[in-house]
C-alpha cells in the first residue's frame, strides 16, 4: 500500500480467562456471545482440560444462578473429546441463570465439587457482538485480514459451531477496520 508497512496480525483462538482454579475443573474458559438477540446465546465454548480427570468420563455444562448453583444443563463433552463446546444458535437463558459452569462427571453422573463458571454476557444488538468478538479473537490487530478470519474459523471446534451467519460476521470485520478509502 504505497511504501506503507501494514501487517496482519493473528487471531487470538483461546483468550485467557483466569476463573477459580482447582486441579480437577476445568480451565481458562472461553465464550463470546455471538447471537444478537437477547436472551439467547450461540458461540463456541472452549477450555483447557482439567489436569486430574482420573475417575470422570466428561464434563458436564451447565447454566448456574447468581451463587452459582444448578439451573439447567447445557450439554456434555467427553473427556477423550476436543475441550469445546458448539452451543447451538438460538440457546435460550433459562431464567435466573447468571453463569455458566463447567465441572468434571462420572460415568454413574456424581458431578465433580470443582466448578470453573464464568459470568454470562448476552450481547442484544450486532454492534454488540461485532465488538466483542473483535475484542476476543483480534485484541488490538489492524487491519484484520482474511487469514485472521480463517484461522478463527478452523481452530479446533470451530467447523462444527461457526455457521454461515458466524463466518459473514467474521468477514465484515475486515471491511470495518480498513479505514476511509
Not at 489436569?51 to 447454566?63: E, L, N, P, R, V
Not at 473429546?81 to 459452569?101: D, K, M, W
Not at 484461522?151 to 451467519?165: C, E, H, N, S, T
Amino acid at each position: 500500500m504505497d511504501g506503507e508497512d501494514t501487517y496482519e496480525s493473528e487471531p487470538v483462538l483461546f483468550p485467557i480467562k483466569t476463573l477459580n482454579g482447582g486441579t480437577s475443573t476445568a480451565g481458562c474458559v472461553h465464550f463470546v456471545d455471538m447471537e444478537a438477540q437477547g436472551n439467547l446465546l450461540h458461540g463456541l465454548l472452549t477450555w483447557q482440560p482439567a489436569t486430574s480427570t482420573a475417575g470422570y468420563s466428561s464434563y458436564q455444562i451447565d447454566f448456574l444462578d447468581s451463587e452459582e448453583h444448578f439451573v439447567d444443563n447445557v450439554g456434555e463433552v467427553q473427556i477423550s473429546a476436543e475441550t469445546t463446546f458448539a452451543v447451538p444458535r438460538g440457546l435460550v437463558i433459562p431464567s435466573g441463570a447468571a453463569h455458566i459452569g463447567i465441572r468434571l462427571k462420572d460415568s454413574q453422573g456424581h458431578t465433580s465439587d470443582y466448578l470453573a463458571a464464568f459470568p454470562i454476557v448476552d450481547n442484544q444488538s450486532e454492534e454488540q457482538v461485532r465488538l466483542a468478538v473483535r475484542e476476543a479473537y483480534f485484541p488490538g490487530a489492524y487491519p484484520i485480514g482474511l487469514d485472521a478470519i480463517t484461522g478463527v474459523l478452523l481452530q479446533p471446534g470451530g467447523a462444527a459451531a461457526y455457521d454461515r451467519m458466524d463466518a459473514e460476521l467474521l468477514l465484515s470485520l475486515i471491511d470495518s477496520t480498513l479505514g476511509p478509502r
